[in-house]
């Protein structure tokens, strides 16, 4: 199923039996080498982009928690970024999305575009300029350690939850939940390694402006821990 459609029918309320079919049969569905590169990027600011960075996330959040209902995307700047109706429920919940470590991704999703293999780890922030990400992504491969891996991962989330938690934010998420994509899967590190970030995450959202905090992965919903 194509990215448009499926972004079409979750602009309105859509129940989360037929959401999760609709995502799963557009992975599990030939796709062309452009729409892969395309996804890998978030090509384009309405579809691709939206897609991969809160679709895909809210998919593995409902697979990981075997949520019921409806959901709604707002697919637009406003907040939340979606809404779940749950089953029993009379009022939906929102729910904001964010996402750790892009920028590593997306020069690692450029890297392998171009080459058709790419570095496992970089371990570069957000923050740090591009020119920094073009010298490290030619350098040669070079093993990492566990703690580089978890540190590097742990300040992404945490710079994730920081921007989200701004107080000057607290009336536009009032209610709201947040969902974070970590930078985590099975190929930088054995899942049940991650969780020795947890105490440290634990701390950082115990006073969130938002009702719960969620970690997901990134590559699936193998990975999932409620953080407040």
């Given at each position: 199923?194509?990215?448009?459609?499926?972004?079409?029918?979750?602009?309105?309320?859509?129940?989360?039996?037929?959401?999760?079919?609709?995502?799963?049969?557009?992975?599990?569905?030939?796709r062309?080498?452009?729409?892969?590169?395309?996804?890998?990027?978030g090509?384009?600011?309405t579809t691709?982009k939206?897609?991969?960075?809160?679709?895909?996330?809210?998919?593995?959040?409902?697979?990981?928690?075997?949520?019921?209902?409806?959901?709604?995307?707002?697919?637009?700047?406003?907040?939340?970024?979606?809404?779940?109706?749950?089953?029993?429920?009379?009022?939906?919940?929102?729910?904001e999305?964010?996402?750790?470590?892009?920028?590593?991704?997306?020069?690692?999703?450029?890297?392998?575009n171009?080459?058709?293999?790419?570095?496992?780890?970089?371990?570069?922030?957000?923050?740090?300029?591009?020119?920094?990400?073009?010298?490290?992504?030619?350098?040669?491969?070079?093993?990492y350690s566990?703690?580089?891996?978890?540190?590097?991962?742990?300040?992404?989330?945490?710079?994730?939850?920081?921007?989200?938690?701004?107080?000057?934010?607290?009336?536009?998420?009032?209610?709201?939940?947040?969902?974070?994509e970590?930078f985590?899967?099975?190929?930088?590190?054995?899942?049940?390694?991650?969780?020795?970030?947890?105490?440290?995450?634990?701390?950082?959202?115990a006073?969130?402006?938002?009702?719960?905090?969620?970690?997901?992965?990134?590559?699936?919903?193998?990975?999932?821990?409620?953080?407040?």
């Open positions: 199923m194509r990215v448009e459609e499926i972004l079409d029918r979750i602009s309105e309320w859509t129940a989360i039996d037929d959401f999760s079919r609709m995502v799963a049969a557009h992975f599990g569905d030939p062309t080498v452009l729409e892969v590169e395309s996804y890998r990027l090509k384009g600011r691709f939206k897609f991969r960075d809160e679709v895909v996330p809210a998919y593995h959040f409902i697979m990981a928690t075997g949520t019921s209902g409806s959901i709604r995307f707002a697919l637009s700047d406003s907040m939340p970024d979606c809404w779940i109706r749950h089953e029993g429920r009379p009022t939906p919940q929102g729910i999305i964010t996402r750790a470590n892009v920028k590593e991704q997306v020069w690692r999703a450029r890297y392998l171009q080459h058709g293999c790419g570095p496992c780890f970089l371990g570069l922030s957000d923050d740090d300029p591009d020119a920094m990400y073009a010298s490290k992504i030619q350098e040669d491969p070079r093993g566990t703690n580089e891996a978890l540190e590097a991962r742990l300040a992404g989330i945490l710079r994730c939850i920081e921007r989200k938690n701004a107080p000057s934010e607290a009336r536009n998420y009032s209610g709201c939940e947040l969902l974070v970590g985590i899967n099975d190929e930088q590190l054995p899942l049940p390694y991650w969780d020795r970030i947890l105490p440290r995450l634990h701390e950082a959202t006073h969130s402006i938002f009702e719960r905090v969620h970690l997901i992965g990134c590559s699936s919903s193998k990975f999932y821990r409620c953080l407040k």
